[in-house]
């Protein structure tokens, strides 16, 4: 029935959004930790990796209320945004030594001032974090926006949302700290987030082509086998309740109720 559907997109949708959540603050985990030696393990490269991801869901949020406002959003769509986001994970990973070398050359000389120094920091942390953060700002509402639509119910489903990303953020940042990087290494890391977020594009798009299977409507006066009719009076064109479908020509219609599976 449509409210079974609706009950399934809302499990995915939720779990998408812990997913996501600890995906991104696993690589926030990451980022520090591989950036470390290249820039120095101070307060100052944790409070720049930091802003910069901020800086990165800032400008993804307002990005999609900018250009996404007239568009519909669907469950491709969202699984677009996994794959570019994988796909922006796994690109500074495959430049490898190269991130090292650029390090190196933007290195300041001793003439040079302390925000100067910051300033070389910003370009090679942005290199490595600032465009998974951007999509991963447009992904939080477009997980908002397939929760519902309209005004109703838009406050759980925010909160509900909200609340299932930031869990899967707290699980990402403890398992991140305390178990997949003593055991995986931080490059093993980096792999397990970029596969994690892979694996939900590809969920993501067969859900959207399961949704999308076409409906059977009868032409005829004889339901499918486990199907039973009831007539309707001429003339009644109301829509069916949900898990119904209306048929007929003519003045001739029936509203076909599907069997359970």
Known sequence: SRYGITRRLDVFVLSSAAISGFAFFLMEI??????????????????LILAIALLGIGLGAAGYAWFGRNRTCSLNGFAFTCALEAVCLALPFAMGDRVATLALLLRPLDTFKFYELVFSWSVVAGLVALPAAIVAGAQFPMLIALMGKGRANVGRQTGAVYAWNTAGAIAGAIAGGFVLLPILSAPGAWRLAVILLALLAVVAMAKGAINRAPTRVLTDGTPPSGETTTPSSPGDDEAAPSGKVRAGTGNLRASIKMAPA
Do not use: E, K, N
């Not at 990451?30 to 409070?47: A, D, E, N, Q």
């Open 30 to 47: 990451v980022w520090y930790r591989m950036l470390g030696p290249l820039l120095g393990g101070t307060t100052f490269t944790f409070g």
